[in-house]
């Protein structure tokens, strides 16, 4: 690894966000090492964010752990020096989270304090945390800003709320802390290679995996849930970002942690636009020139109407904003599912296995 590089250990490295952040932090000349228990995604993606860095692959090393194995953490910790931690480890499936609220609980609580402790045992206290839009509830108006009343509606949600609060507690109890939050709306679209990308075991449960895999044949039609919110044309809008603005977003937190001023703070990770769910799948028709077949089904209990971020506050304190437009998008999120891509695609190189969680 390079000498003068700053550390950084990425947990969940493995997974969708965590294999893009990886990427977009060895080309930003930093060395990163990623843990994962593998428990929803695969080493695969660590190998090809290797080969997508090219001679910055060198700088990222992995090691297959559970953040509740605080043995093999203190042992990590002990063998060499973090500058940072940025932590993606965790369960996120609403539904899955409804009926095993304990394993939510267990994995995402006792995993973070675990890490939480093992850190500050070993003097690392700058942390970088993915909390998520779902903190915001169903919010009274939008965009939705930083200080805006937090609510969540389900185990998953409250996961998020819980470690967000445990931060600005450690924070209070040790001013040493410097931590940010970064509040993510919806991560979509993968690296243009369509090496490394979003592969979810089983039936998706968000919207853009569901329509690439519509797209490429693997369901028959996209169910809608819901037609009859107040919104433009009656389909719940949402703020979709791309993996790869957001990744970007984690650059611009670490070198905001190096800023004197920095406590705990949040930030939203959107792009400041709210696009309904019939406007995504036209522009996936119109990029891939091919007809999404829909049923329209009742509303998903828990979903909310509208949701999208005010960017204000990361623009302006990250020096943060978002680079990939709307189209651009989509265009890249279909082109990770056609395989019509430079190192093949990444849904069919893997068959039905998944690769990143
Ligand atoms: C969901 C989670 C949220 C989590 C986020 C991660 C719920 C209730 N919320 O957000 O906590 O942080 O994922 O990305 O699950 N839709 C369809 N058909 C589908 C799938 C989705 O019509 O097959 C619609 C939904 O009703 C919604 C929009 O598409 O209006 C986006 O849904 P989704 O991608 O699941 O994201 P969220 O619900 O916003």
Redesign the pocket.
């Known amino acids: 690894m390079t000498d003068m590089a700053q550390k950084i250990l990425v947990t969940g490295g493995a997974g969708y966000i965590g294999s893009h952040t990886l990427l977009q932090l060895l080309l930003g000349g930093y060395a990163a090492v990623g843990v994962d228990n593998l428990d929803n995604s695969s080493q695969v993606a660590i190998q090809r964010v290797q080969e997508l860095a090219g001679e910055y692959g060198q700088n990222l090393s992995f090691h297959k752990m559970d953040l509740r194995d605080k043995p093999a953490l203190e042992k990590l910790f002990a063998s060499m020096k973090f500058d940072a931690v940025i932590h993606f480890a965790g369960l ?1 499936a ?2 899955e989270s409804v009926a095993k609220p304990l394993n939510y609980y267990d994995n995402n609580l006792s995993g973070t304090i675990t890490l939480l402790e093992v850190m500050a045992a070993h003097g690392c206290k700058r942390f970088v945390f993915s909390s ?3 903190v915001y509830g169903w919010p009274k108006e939008v965009p939705c800003t930083e200080e805006f009343p937090l609510s969540a ?2 185990p ?2 409250r996961t ?1 709320l819980f470690i967000e609060e445990i931060c600005r507690d450690i924070y209070h109890s040790d001013s040493e802390w410097k931590i940010i939050l970064l509040r ?1 709306f ?2 979509v679209g993968a690296h243009p290679s369509g090496y490394i990308g979003e592969d979810p075991r089983g039936v ?5 995996p ?1 329509v690439q895999q519509v797209a490429v044949g693997r369901r028959p039609a ?5 037609n009859d919110y107040s919104t433009k044309d009656g ?4 703020d979709y970002i791309h993996v790869l603005d957001l990744a970007d977003g984690h650059i611009a937190a670490l070198r905001k942690l190096s800023d004197p001023s920095i406590g705990c703070e949040v930030y939203n990770l959107g792009t400041g636009k709210g696009t309904s ?1 019939l406007e ?1 799948v036209a522009s996936f028709e119109k990029a891939s020139k091919q007809k999404i077949p829909l049923v329209m089904a009742g ?2 209990p ?3 109407e509208t ?1 999208y971020a005010s960017t204000d506050k990361a623009e302006r304190e990250l020096k943060w904003k978002i680079q990939i437009s709307k189209q651009e998008v989509v265009r890249l999120s279909r082109a990770s599912s056609s395989g019509k891509t430079s190192k093949g695609r990444f849904l069919e190189s893997h068959g039905n296995g998944r690769v990143n969680g």
């Open positions: 996120k609403v539904g998520s839009a779902t509606a389900s998953y949600g998020k993510y919806n991560p998706p449960n968000n919207l853009m569901f996209l169910t809608v849930f819901g389909t719940g809008v949402r769910v995504i509303r998903r828990g979903d909310t949701v």
